[in-house]
């Protein structure tokens, strides 16, 4: 690990979770959901600290068996449906003034590796490139996206890209929802990891889910078995 920049690494889990209950803990082929993350975190060495963000008794009692971890509780007003991960990572910051790289983690990604999280913060520089996040290829075109009311009536969401060939807008990607870092002093001023300048890591979709939905579990368990026998 370099010397240069400290490091410090955010899961942000919260126990709620009303699309798939308690996503952040469920059993994940021989491990509690969040442990895939932590893990990969140690795994990456690329952290000075690594901190679990909680208001959820069970996600910190699994989270406190790695000792080398450190367990933030978190407020009950910043684990609401109306409160936002930058919320919570700015509140963690409030006492780790004395790092310069955030990585941020969210844990139910289960498939992204070490190699990935040390891609995206070896990206940031602070300075230079202030942010980066792990990203990946839509499914679709996403120029040709439309847009429908309550009458189910659709209309282009952008009417001077629909009709273009893919050749013409280059490549596109999203946000996987994965793993992100910034320097500390440009995201305390963003208040996101949408800054400028930003630099990619690209996954691919087999590595990319993020999981919300039972579809997305089902997903990521085709994939883990996919993924393992390769």
Known sequence: MSNLNKKICIIPARGGSKRLPKKNIMPFHGMPMICWTIESAIQSKCFDKIIVSTEDDEVREISSDYSNVVIDKRDKLLATDESTVSDVLLNVLKDNKEYDVLSC???????????DI???VANVEPGKIDFSIAVTEYDLPPHQALKIDHNDNIEPMFPELVNLRDEKI????????????ASVDAFMKQKNFYGIPAKAHYMPRERSVDINYQSDLDMTNYYFEKLNKS
Do not use: Q
Request: aromatic fraction near 8%; hydrophobic fraction near 40%; charged fraction near 20%.
């Open 105 to 115: 983690l969210f844990p139910a990604a289960p498939l992204r590796t070490s190699d």
């Open 118 to 120: 040390k891609s995206v």
């Open 170 to 181: 280059g490549r596109l990607v999203v946000d996987n929802g994965s793993t992100y870092a």
